[in-house]
T-cell receptor, first 112, second 113 residues
Framework: SQQGEEDPQALSIQEGENATMNCSYK?????LQWYRQNSGRGLVHLIL?????REKHSGRLRVTLDTSKKSSSLLITASRAADTASYFC????????????FGTGTRLTIIP | SAVISQKPSRDICQRGTSLTIQCQVD?????MFWYRQQPGQSLTLIAT?????????ESGFVIDKFPISRPNLTFSTLTVSNMSPEDSSIYLC??????????FGPGTRLTVL
């Protein structure tokens, strides 16, 4: 069964605007990872945040994690047409080479 | 990071046949994972493959349907056996490199007619 749910399921914004996606999960985690998938191809790893971290940045990406609410958010600032993709969160329960449980995904469309 | 390749990238198969998907990594890894992504859906873990031992299957997946080989630390295969149209999916392999980050291959898009 799916660990997490993401919302919104789909999001369309104008180029240059910020996009925020949310992920909720059900059980305790060691880490949470965000991935991007373009047109049903392979997944590109974006960022990993550990359970003892609250916020992480990478370029135009900002990820937050609230373990008390079992939720995470991914913010993409100054969006570009190339950001159009599906975004998935995935949780790892234990440290070290652990299988991931994926959320339902958010389909992001950037309108030029 | 890891460079992962998969073969074939896509295939169209007839029902009742089998397809073997290959996954090659450019570094030695202990564990490799196989996922399935059905059309318009998220990823679901099929099994975890350790070198030198039997693969561990998730609930709903069985070895007879999805036999896996892991002959060395850089290679694995997944076979989809006795295929039906419901097996049409993208199949992806992944590896973890010690820091918990998992890297994915480009996927194999399978269509079963």
């Amino acid at each position: 069964s799916q660990q997490g749910e993401e919302d919104p399921q789909a999001l369309s914004i104008q180029e240059g605007e910020n996009a925020t996606m949310n992920c909720s999960y059900k059980t305790s985690i060691n880490n949470l990872q965000w991935y991007r998938q373009n047109s049903g191809r392979g997944l590109v790893h974006l960022i990993l945040i550990r359970s003892n971290e609250r916020e992480k940045h990478s370029g135009r990406l900002r990820v937050t994690l609230d373990t008390s609410k079992k939720s995470s958010s991914l913010l993409i600032t100054a969006s570009r047409a190339a950001d159009t993709a599906s975004y998935f969160c995935a949780t790892g329960a234990n440290f070290g080479n652990e299988k991931l449980t994926f959320g339902t995904g958010t389909r992001l469309t950037i309108i030029p | 990071s890891a460079v992962i390749s998969q073969k074939p990238s896509r295939d169209i198969c007839q029902r009742g046949t089998s397809l073997t998907i290959q996954c090659q990594v450019d570094s030695q890894v202990t564990m490799m994972f196989w996922y399935r992504q059905q059309p318009g859906q998220s990823l679901t873990l099929i099994a975890t493959a350790n070198q030198g031992s039997e693969a561990t299957y998730e609930s709903g997946f069985v070895i007879d349907k999805f036999p896996i080989s892991r002959p060395n630390l850089t290679f694995s295969t997944l076979t989809v056996s006795n295929m039906s149209p419901e097996d049409s999916s993208i199949y992806l392999c992944s590896v973890a490199l010690g820091t918990d980050t998992q890297y994915f291959g480009p996927g194999t898009r399978l269509t079963v007619l």
